[in-house]
């Protein structure tokens, strides 16, 4: 193969983002990327985990206790040290320094769980229970210097019911999150894209 664009896990948690992204590709679903390597920041998250127990190459770079640059630096030679084409955050629950949106310019892929710009930040579906709006989704974006802010690739919408509470609507936004993050890595990948101002235009 040989040819595959390399992908550079990030996560904090479960991991069902990284699943996906790994499913889509043993299905064939997502096509010319492999998974060189899984980085969390916590050593008991479960996607690390599922990581090894799916043979991928897996590092845990705890961050508790050090300076966000040194960790994120480790981070960064870690990804460089497997040849990772594209970041993609997985739940990762630590904000990127500088020097690590530097390193991977528009290469840094995040998804998050709410329509942006709207509900930025934690508890983003709670968020849009308590707002009242009609309809929430999921945001795949590039990574930049500020919080859940970078261009948007991917959107999908969901309805947000009159009986959900935010376990329901995060369910709900998950399937769709399922989606839209192999979506948004084969956009990318493909190249034929373009970013003006604020807005991704696909060629």
């Known amino acids: 193969m040989g040819m595959n664009k390399k992908l550079g896990i990030l996560l904090s948690g479960r991991g069902s983002n990284f699943l996906a992204i790994a499913d889509s590709i043993a299905e064939e679903r997502l096509s010319g990327a492999e998974i060189a390597v899984v980085v969390s920041n916590l050593a008991d998250a479960p996607g690390i985990a599922a990581a090894r127990e799916r043979s991928f190459a897996a590092a845990v770079i705890e961050s508790r206790g050090r300076k966000r640059a040194e960790h994120d630096a480790e981070i960064v030679a870690t990804l460089q040290h497997h040849e990772v084409d594209l970041v993609c955050l997985a739940g990762y629950m ?12 528009q290469r840094i892929l995040n998804i998050h769980p709410s329509l942006l710009p709207a509900f930025p930040g ?65 956009r990318v990948l493909s190249g034929n894209y373009e970013v003006k101002g604020r807005r991704y235009i696909a060629r």
């Open 94 to 105: 630590r904000l990127l320094s500088p020097e690590f949106v530097r390193a991977f310019p």
């Open 122 to 186: 934690l508890h983003a579906q709670r968020q849009a229970i308590e707002y009242g709006v009609s309809y929430s989704g999921c945001t795949v974006h590039f990574v930049d210097e500020e919080l859940d802010h970078g261009v948007i690739i991917v959107q999908r919408t969901v309805p947000v019911l009159p009986g959900d509470d935010e376990r329901t609507l995060s369910a709900r936004i998950l399937e769709q999150e399922h989606l839209a993050y192999p979506e948004a890595i084969a």
